[in-house]
Each structure stands twice: as C-alpha cells, then as structure tokens.
C-alpha cells in the first residue's frame, strides 16, 4: 500500500488523508477522502493510473460504506476470491441471468419480461442520465462533505464485487453474478465501474446503446439483475430503455 500512495504522490495526487480502510488477512485496501464535488474529478485521474498502481478506484461514499464493505469481507476469507472470480467468469451472461430471474430478482419473471407493454402514465420521466449519486446527498442533491475512494488490488472494475464481497442479501445478487454481468457489459458496452457503496453501484459507459432496440434488450437485462430501478423507479422497461439510450451513467440500487 505504501507504493502505491507513493506512486499517487509522484503522480502530483495529493494524500494527506491516505489510509489502510479495508483489511482482509494479509489483503491491505487504501483509501483516499475528499469534498463530493472533487470525487469523480479524483476517480477519473486515478482511472487513468490503474496500469501503474495495479489498483481499481472505487468511490464507495461516506464513513458507513467502508464499514459496510469491511463486514461484507470478513464473511469468507481470502481464499472464496479466487472461486468466485472463477464461477463469473464461468457463467455465460445469458446463463446468469436466467439464474437471477429464477431466484426472483425480476418479480414478474422472464416470460412476463418478454411481453411486457409497460405502463408509463406514472413513470418518472425519463432521459440519459449524466450525475452520479453516491458522492452526493440523496435527500437534497448536494454534494457530501467527504467520501471515501478506495483502491482495490485488481486492474478492472468487474473483479471489485468478489474482493468486496458485495451482494447475496435482499434481492441483491451474489458476488459472482456481479463479476459475470460488470464483464460483460464492459465488453459490450464500454461500461466500468465507478461507485460502490452499501446499496448503490454505479457505472461509467463509454458506448452506450444508440438505438431502441439495443436499448430495450439492455433495459431487460438490467431489471433482471436489478428490479428496484424499474419498480421503484422509471415504471416501465420501456422508460428504462430510454434512460440507457446514449447515456453516460447506470445506475443500480437495491433496497
């Protein structure tokens, strides 16, 4: 960890508020915090030096994330990482996501998926998104005094989910399902992952679907994996659609 917060430095990135945030084992994860309004700023520089630090930026948001995260590490020890990083990368993202569907994460299944209208009377309305939340306040929009940046020992995104254990609970799904759907979708779509915080992941996507189309297959795979952005938010997989047309941010969010 010290060479890499000795790379930062030489890299001009300031870090008197460097620390060891998570412990796992032997596994040290170092932390840099800063304002809201500077964190995607920092994330992208730090973005660019993951060849050099061999560590994957992640803003996971305020003090209580970096604890959720340490509990969410400590269910299994080091040795489950390598399995399921294994297990998604075995898994064909068609293959996951009929398991996801199977367990319930899409309430209404993947038949009914297949043929739904929609109803988008009282949907939110509905446009690419451009902001992403988690180094903001929820309630008013505004960024949060400080969040936290962790630097996670692998070279993308898609692997972070099996170092941080993230998912299994409520209608979340398992670590491994997170590793096999963030690789695909960043095979197909450019999409890496920037936010990760106790209910929220966030992703930037570099080239996003363009057409109805392609936006409404994404839109099914996306409810599938999480619901709660179509029932408790856009209302339709059509509004979803096109939310994810040419837009530059995903947002996920579990309850």
């Known amino acids: 960890m010290s060479d890499v917060r000795a790379i930062l430095q030489q890299e001009g990135i300031s870090t008197p508020t460097w620390q060891v945030a998570l412990r796992q084992g032997a596994l040290e994860i170092g932390a840099i915090s800063v304002p809201g309004a500077h964190a995607v700023l920092l994330w ?34 080091p040795e489950a990482t ?15 996501l009929k398991e996801l569907a199977a ?17 988008d009377d009282e949907a939110e309305p509905a446009g690419p998104l451009e ?11 505004k960024p949060l005094p400080e969040v936290f940046i ?3 020992p692998v070279k993308n995104g ?7 254990r993230f998912g299994d609970w409520n209608d979340c799904p398992p670590p491994e399902a997170h590793v ?7 095979e197909e779509y450019g999409a890496e992952l920037v936010g990760l915080s106790q209910d929220v992941l966030e992703m930037h996507v570099g080239a996003p679907p363009t057409d ?9 795979e996306h409810y599938i994996y999480c619901a709660d952005i179509v029932e408790q938010g856009t209302g339709s997989i059509q509004g979803l659609a096109r939310t994810l047309k040419g837009s530059s941010v995903w947002y996920f969010w579990w309850d």
């Open 44 to 77: 992208r520089k730090l973005r660019t030096l993951v060849d050099k630090t061999g560590c994957w930026p992640v803003i996971v948001g305020e003090k209580g994330a970096l604890d959720f995260h340490q509990e969410s590490m400590e269910l299994e020890g």
């Open 82 to 96: 390598a399995d399921i990083l294994q297990e998604g990368q075995r898994m064909s993202p068609a293959e996951c």
């Open 103 to 119: 367990r319930g994460e899409g309430e209404e299944g993947e038949e009914d998926l297949t043929d739904e209208e929609g109803d």
């Open 131 to 141: 902001e992403f939340m988690i180094p903001k306040n929820i309630m008013t929009g």
């Open 150 to 152: 962790v630097l996670v």
């Open 158 to 164: 898609w692997e972070v989910p099996a170092i941080l």
């Open 180 to 186: 096999c759907l963030l690789k695909h979708w960043n």
């Open 212 to 220: 109805d189309r392609k936006a409404e297959l994404l839109a099914r």
